[in-house]
């Protein structure tokens, strides 16, 4: 910001001019400042309400114009690319300007969007990035709007003076831009949160639905419907065999797709060994989470996909960076790994390429729908199998040789059935008692042989507590014939428990007669987990409401303390006296404690960017102990080395260990010795932070992972969890030991060299699969 003196504000309102016109008449600018500091406050609790981007930019531009002053003003909106402008006030003729953030001619408002930074020229004709929007403008004021690092607009004002602004403006349009930033974040988070809990709501609605249906084809049907309504315009799912290959028509299913364009599917289908490939080691690098997303503007890839592809009818101005062209697919895999189908879509509704978080919902559905198709696929061929042995008993004693033959036949089918079945098979009579069984029940129950399986009751490997409901049901299976998806507690050989899903059938002689039952058994802990991921995934949004309802009711409120007590400190200036100097710190301090336990609400429920430089050792915890205040009853014995070099992101590195230095610190407070000190082991780094304090637990140490768990009075228990986070972001690994009263010990682990190499890495929330990725 350039240096601009005592110079007035461009050409303000009636109001403002006399204000100013009259200072000799005893209203001060000082005075004026505050009135206008006021008024700014008022409209930040305005902003509050806002429902809807364009109530922002309207009040904001009435911010701007009536209690800044303002004749000329913008706000600009980053779109695409691009500044443009979403509302303006003053200009006598509509602005339609368009300006490219990478550009070749910036102008001013970009200047501010990409240095992030407020710029203030004195006269633009002497700007050689001025971009002339409306005639005859001289000095101009652009302040970028940003929210958690991310430029989303520019305020701008303009005059035909020359050296019009000065800094109070700037100060006064930044506050006002802080206001407006949000607003806009608090609208951007509801809409999030709306958007997550339709996805769920929808995801459960179909699941549901899905499994209601005992066809395959329908099953399919519902899968690629459901997945539509998540934000996908097409969408296709093929059943494989064993070789990858489809065997008709009727195993591709699709949403979105014409005639037309199915049939071209068809015709144009890659033989199974291509579909191979395409899980290989070639493509992992596509990889996010199960799914491959391969970007048309990678030369390789439109190599290898020229043909065979059904093209977009979308245009590129369509999207935002998702290309028209571009591929995502992911295998349907059973628990062994075995693929039996392959989903693709195409065209996001958002325009967006998809990310790890994105495609977590997905993910989880994609787990329950394989299950759900092969349990279809298993019962529709016991129940093809069924069908044929009750034709061949309507005609047994006409068709008796012919039956003999081909009951052999069907007989050995089934065994290969019934050997081949990925899910256990138990043939019991009518008292439970087992006569016939398969590998995968042997291997589910704990047994090694049928020898040791067969004679043994059924009811010896259900849990006591369900032994009632599997005996009502079975009672069902003699009346109706067939029961299906039977939840019930499985105990193996040896008594351990888990989760497991019964369908069972009546088998019946040639005089329709019941003799025995056959009973699919699956181990469903699997889907168990699943669907406590997606507990957590309802929990994380819970904590995102959190958050974004701490920012609403807590931001503007601090933005406005602060305003007043930097305008105490401006309007007292030399005449402050100690006592008042002190409770003006207390309030900055406390503003200062507030934003923290906000921004780390919002950080642990957001996606943590890492900026990796070289440092060393030393350097970091140099730079962290000169951030805290140490008693004089606490020694600090630093050993920390100069080498190795390690590349890491310093700033959120050094957070981690100015929390952990604090918290031994807290845990001295009649004094006593913190030890620092590093150590190479195994091509990593170790820091051991070591204190003579009070200890923990083994209670509390069980507990100081868990966000939200705190034994401080000021703290909301989210210091070492977010510590976790950052150090588990760069590899690495924390520990801690504590004895109750000999004192606590942490060791961070950390790669000397980072694995991926990156320079810039995303890692996504909390309570997903907490990994690291780099981004291109």
Same mark, same amino acid.
């Given at each position: 910001m350039q240096e601009n003196g005592d110079r007035s504000l461009s050409e303000p309102r009636m109001k403002v001019t006399a204000q100013k016109n009259t200072v000799d008449g005893g209203i001060t600018e000082r005075k004026m400042l505050e009135e206008r500091l006021s008024a700014l406050n008022s409209y930040g609790g305005k902003l509050n309400t806002a429902t809807s981007f364009e109530q922002v930019y309207e009040l904001t531009l009435d911010a701007m114009e009536k209690t800044l002053g303002f004749e000329h003003a913008a706000f600009m909106t980053v779109e695409k690319g691009k500044l443009k402008i979403a509302r303006f006030r003053g200009y006598p003729e509509p602005l339609s300007l368009r300006l490219p953030l990478d550009g070749a001619k910036k102008g001013i408002t970009v200047r501010a969007a990409n240095t992030r930074k407020t710029v203030l020229v004195d006269d633009v004709t002497k700007d050689e990035d001025y971009v002339e929007g409306a005639p005859n403008i001289r000095s101009e004021l652009a302040v970028p709007i940003e929210i958690e690092n991310r430029v989303i607009g520019v305020l701008d004002v303009e005059s035909k003076k020359v050296g019009a602004f000065n800094e109070k403006d700037a100060m006064l349009l930044q506050i006002l831009a802080s206001h407006a930033a949000t607003a806009v974040s608090d609208i951007e988070k509801r809409q999030e949160i709306e958007k997550r809990s339709s996805q769920l709501s929808s995801l459960m609605k179909s699941s549901a639905e899905m499994i209601r249906s005992s066809d395959l084809r329908q099953r399919?049907? $519902?899968?690629?419907?459901?997945?539509?309504?998540?934000?996908?315009?097409?969408?296709?799912?093929?059943?494989?065999?064993?070789?990858?290959?489809?065997?008709?028509?009727?195993?591709?299913?699709?949403?979105?797709?014409?005639?037309?364009?199915?049939?071209?599917?068809?015709?144009?289908?890659?033989?199974?060994?291509?579909?191979?490939?395409?899980?290989?080691?070639?493509?992992?690098?596509?990889?996010?989470?199960?799914?491959?997303?391969?970007?048309?503007?990678?030369?390789?890839?439109?190599?290898?996909?020229?043909?065979?592809?059904?093209?977009?009818?979308?245009?590129?101005?369509?999207? *935002?960076?998702?290309?028209?062209?571009?591929?995502?697919?992911?295998?349907?895999?059973?628990?062994?790994?075995?693929?039996?189908?392959?989903?693709?879509?195409?065209?996001?509704?958002?325009?967006?390429?998809?990310?790890?978080?994105?495609?977590?919902?997905?993910?989880?559905?994609?787990?329950?729908?394989?299950?759900?198709?092969?349990?279809?696929?298993?019962?529709?061929?016991?129940?093809?199998?069924?069908?044929?042995?009750?034709?061949?008993?309507?005609h047994l004693e006409e068709l008796v040789e012919e039956r003999t033959v081909d009951l052999r036949k069907s007989e050995e089918k089934l065994?290969?059935?019934?050997?081949?079945?990925?899910?256990?098979?138990?043939?019991?009579?009518?008292?439970?008692?087992?006569?016939?069984?398969?590998?995968?029940?042997? $291997?589910?129950?704990?047994?090694?042989?049928?020898?040791?399986?067969?004679?043994?009751?059924?009811?010896?490997?259900?849990?006591?507590?369900?032994?009632?409901?599997?005996?009502?049901?079975?009672?069902?299976?003699?009346?109706?014939?067939?029961?299906?998806?039977?939840?019930?507690?499985?105990?193996?050989?040896?008594?351990?428990?888990?989760?497991?899903? *019964?369908?069972?059938?009546?088998?019946?002689?040639?005089?329709?007669?019941?003799?025995?039952?056959?009973?699919?058994?699956?181990?469903?802990?699997?889907?168990?987990?699943?669907?406590?991921?997606?507990?957590?995934?309802?929990?994380?949004?819970?904590?995102?409401?959190?958050?974004?309802?701490?920012?609403?009711?807590?931001?503007?409120?601090?933005?406005?303390?602060?305003?007043?007590?930097?305008?105490?400190?401006?309007?007292?200036?030399?005449?402050?006296?100690?006592?008042?100097?002190?409770?003006?710190?207390?309030?900055?301090?406390?503003?200062?404690?507030?934003?923290?336990?906000?921004?780390?609400?919002?950080?642990?429920?957001?996606?943590?960017?890492?900026?990796?430089?070289?440092?060393?050792?030393?350097?970091?915890?140099?730079?962290?102990?000169?951030?805290?205040? *140490?008693?004089?009853?606490?020694?600090v014995v630093d050993s920390t080395q100069n080498e190795p070099k390690i590349r890491v992101d310093v700033e959120k590195l050094k957070r981690v260990f100015v929390n952990l230095i604090k918290n031994a610190i807290d845990a001295m407070n009649e004094g006593g010795k913190l030890a620092i000190e590093n150590r190479e082991t195994n091509g990593n780094l170790e820091f051991v932070i070591a204190d003579t304090g009070i200890g923990m637990s083994k209670d509390i140490m069980e507990n100081i992972w868990t966000p939200l768990y705190t034994t401080k009075a000021k703290g909301m228990g989210l210091g070492l969890p977010i510590c976790k986070r950052i150090v588990e972001a760069h590899g690495g690994d924390i520990a801690v030991e504590s004895t109750v009263g000999r004192g606590t010990k942490f060791t961070v682990t950390i790669s000397i060299k980072p694995k991926d190499g990156g320079e810039k890495t995303w890692v996504d929330t909390p309570e997903s699969l907490l990994l690291t990725t780099t981004k291109a």
């Open positions: 399919l049907q $519902k899968i690629a419907e459901a997945i539509r309504e998540l934000g996908w315009r097409r969408v296709v799912i093929s059943v494989r065999d064993e070789n990858m290959e489809i065997k008709s028509p009727d195993d591709l299913v699709t949403v979105g797709l014409t005639e037309e364009e199915k049939e071209f599917l068809w015709k144009n289908r890659p033989p199974g060994h291509v579909w191979r490939e395409r899980f290989g080691p070639e493509f992992e690098r596509f990889k996010i989470g199960e799914f491959f997303y391969l970007k048309w503007s990678d030369p390789w890839v439109r190599e290898k996909f020229s043909k065979g592809t059904v093209e977009s009818k979308l245009k590129q101005e369509d999207m *935002v960076d998702w290309d028209p062209q571009d591929l995502l697919y992911a295998p349907l895999c059973l628990a062994e790994g075995r693929i039996v189908g392959v989903l693709s879509i195409d065209d996001p509704l958002d325009g967006k390429r998809p990310t790890q978080e994105s495609l977590a919902p997905l993910e989880l559905f994609i787990h329950q729908a394989v299950v759900a198709i092969e349990n279809a696929k298993l019962i529709q061929q016991l129940k093809q199998s069924e069908d044929k042995l009750k034709r061949y008993s309507e065994k290969s059935i019934f050997a081949a079945s990925p899910d256990p098979i138990t043939v019991t009579d009518l008292n439970g008692n087992i006569i016939e069984c398969n590998a995968q029940s042997l $291997k589910m129950k704990g047994y090694s042989s049928k020898e040791e399986l067969i004679g043994k009751n059924v009811f010896e490997f259900i849990a006591e507590k369900d032994r009632q409901k599997v005996t009502e049901y079975m009672k069902k299976t003699l009346e109706q014939g067939l029961v299906r998806n039977i939840e019930y507690t499985s105990l193996t050989k040896d008594g351990r428990e888990s989760p497991a899903e *019964v369908s069972a059938s009546i088998v019946k002689d040639a005089s329709g007669n019941p003799i025995s039952f056959v009973a699919i058994l699956k181990d469903i802990t699997e889907r168990k987990q699943m669907e406590q991921q997606l507990l957590k995934s309802e929990r994380l949004v819970a904590i995102g409401e959190v958050a974004a309802m701490v920012g609403h009711d807590l931001r503007n409120p601090l933005t406005g303390i602060a305003g007043a007590a930097y305008y105490l400190k401006l309007k007292l200036g030399s005449e402050i006296d100690d006592k008042v100097r002190e409770m003006l710190e207390l309030i900055e301090k406390d503003i200062e404690h507030s934003n923290k336990i906000i921004d780390d609400l919002l950080e642990y429920s957001k996606e943590m960017r890492l900026e990796i430089t070289e440092t060393t050792p030393k350097a970091i915890i140099k730079e962290a102990l000169s951030l805290i205040r *140490v008693p004089e009853n606490i020694q």
